[in-house]
């Protein structure tokens, strides 16, 4: 029996975390073929989406798919996201969450495209110092209501 991967626990620990301390979650996707979210809202092939109970309806997140249907521009659209797509889940007012290494064909890439075990994530900092300006080829951060 294959061992369970641990990324969809976090991401619900870490929509828990996000929803109890009153922050708004946010999630990082990879798009693909297999992701269904609104095409006109995705940039460089990745998409920033707001997790909130407020700005979803039905969310679901499952071991192997995170399904919800929101608002974009007042119109409602079902999205729905592989586990596989996620890059990250983090607090849109502090940044502070999980990054995880891109999976291709379900396996995990790791530093330099080495395959891993699972998806390794990367706590974000913690301390109360000024977090570090985001680098040029992670997804802009927009607001969706």
């Known amino acids: 029996m294959p061992e369970r991967s641990t990324k969809p626990y976090l991401i619900r620990a870490i929509h828990e975390w996000c929803t109890d301390s009153g922050f708004t979650p946010y999630l990082s996707v990879k798009v693909d073929e297999n992701t269904r979210v609104p095409a006109e809202y995705v940039k460089s092939g990745e998409i920033v989406l707001n997790l909130s109970h407020d700005a979803t309806h039905k969310l679901t997140i499952t071991n192997d ?4 249907s929101a608002r974009f521009s ?4 079902e999205c729905s996201v592989p586990m596989v797509a996620v890059a990250g889940i983090f607090a849109r007012e502090n940044g502070q969450g999980l990054f995880f290494a891109l999976e291709q064909n379900g ?3 790791g530093v330099n495209g080495v395959a891993g075990g699972d998806a390794k994530p990367q706590a974000a900092a913690t301390t109360d110092r000024e977090p570090t300006p985001p680098s040029p080829t992670r997804p802009k951060l927009q607001i969706v209501k």
């Open 65 to 68: 798919l995170i399904q919800f």
């Open 74 to 77: 007042g119109v409602s659209r």
């Open 107 to 109: 396996v995990t890439q």
